[in-house]
T-cell receptor, first 116, second 109 residues
Framework: DAGVIQSPRHEVTEMGQEVTLRCKPI?????LFWYRQTMMRGLELLIY????????DSGMPEDRFSAKMPNASFSTLKIQPSEPRDSAVYFC??????????????FGPGTRLTVL | GQQVMQIPQYQHVQEGEDFTTYCNSS?????IQWYKQRPGGHPVFLIQ?????EVKKQKRLTFQFGEAKKNSSLHITATQTTDVGTYFC?????????FGSGTRLQVQP
């Protein structure tokens, strides 16, 4: 079975440009998570969805960040406008659910974003 | 807010030595998960602990959940070079999952 799929794997952009990261969760998984990983801040939960509905977006750093999940098989994380401090690896993860025993998370390979 | 702290940040051991990483939460957790991330890779789920005082073993790895459900530990017996990576604990409390800062393990052959 395919795992969590993220695209692109690498993105280099210039400050001020819009960036869109994409994620396809594992089929049958109802919960989807977006994380950001940096050396300074570690692994941070940005937002998560359950049954396509955003549950908690308190980790989204600011209004420049937005996330959508239009259907069960696709989610996007958008940064507009991007800034150099947004450079990080962005992971998408999915799980069957939010509660035991379905809450084991499966991570995608990540998108390495560099904002110049 | 919910915070999960992990120590040490980094440990370098000789192959065959033991290794332990500790995780402490500022709040009581419903459960705790452990993940391993290889260099350049993504976090991979290892195990989940739910009950107070729970101990689980996976071959050379031993996981414990504290009695108060605010701390946890991962102990690796006789490390091997394949154990290299960063080990994260992640606690479920008010938020879906709060990750600790991780412990990076380096194993010298």
């Amino acid at each position: 079975d395919a795992g969590v799929i993220q695209s692109p794997r690498h993105e280099v952009t210039e400050m001020g440009q819009e960036v869109t990261l994409r994620c396809k969760p594992i089929s049958g998984h109802n919960s989807l998570f977006w994380y950001r990983q940096t050396m300074m801040r570690g692994l941070e939960l940005l937002i998560y969805f359950n049954n396509n509905v955003p549950i908690d977006d308190s980790g989204m750093p600011e209004d420049r960040f937005s996330a959508k999940m239009p259907n069960a098989s696709f989610s996007t994380l958008k940064i507009q406008p991007s800034e150099p401090r947004d450079s990080a690896v962005y992971f998408c993860a999915s799980s069957r659910g939010l509660t035991l025993p379905y809450n084991e998370q499966f991570f995608g390979p990540g998108t390495r974003l560099t904002v110049l | 807010g919910q915070q999960v702290m992990q120590i040490p940040q980094y440990q370098h051991v000789q192959e065959g030595e033991d290794f332990t990483t500790y995780c402490n939460s500022s709040t009581t957790l419903s459960n705790i998960q452990w993940y391993k991330q290889r260099p350049g890779g993504h976090p991979v789920f290892l195990i989940q602990l739910v009950k107070s005082g729970e101990v689980k073993k996976q071959k050379r790895l031993t996981f414990q959940f504290g009695e108060a459900k605010k701390n946890s530990s991962l102990h690796i017996t006789a490390t091997q070079t394949t154990d290299v990576g960063t080990y994260f604990c992640a606690g479920t409390g008010r938020r879906a999952l709060t990750f600790g800062s991780g412990t990076r393990l380096q194993v010298q052959p």
